[in-house]
């Protein structure tokens, strides 16, 4: 598709998840596992680092511009301030190509890591 970008998600946007309404206009190319992030659970949502795993399940989308805008807003991520933003993207290989990935900046202190599989949010 022309114009689009790829994002890898990896909690509440997943299929199934709370926020997947948010993906009903992306084009859904399948799953991958990234070996480059691990996954903190911050309680009702995860946030990933940049920390080497055994390999976490994303999805990967399709998505126009506008729709990862829409993404930033949910994800707290100001592009003209990523430093102070509550998460940070990255491009990441997927085997789709390179994805952007949502990576949390907040404090992770105590919280359980994930170094494999699927997040799961509590029932």
Partial sequence: MIG????????????GLGNHGL???????GCDKLT?????DIGPYPGARLEASA???VEVYAISQSHLAELDLLEEYDPAAPASSLYTRAL???RFG?????????????KPCLRSGTWQPLS
């Fill in 4 to 15: 689009t970008v790829l994002v890898a998600v990896y909690g509440t946007l997943k299929k």
């Fill in 23 to 29: 993906m009903a206009q992306a084009q859904f190319l």
């Fill in 55 to 57: 390999g976490i399940d």
């Fill in 98 to 110: 390179l994805a952007w990935v949502y990576l949390y900046q907040g404090q992770i202190s105590g």
């Fill in 92 to 94: 990441l290989p997927t």
């Fill in 36 to 40: 480059q992030i691990c996954l903190y």
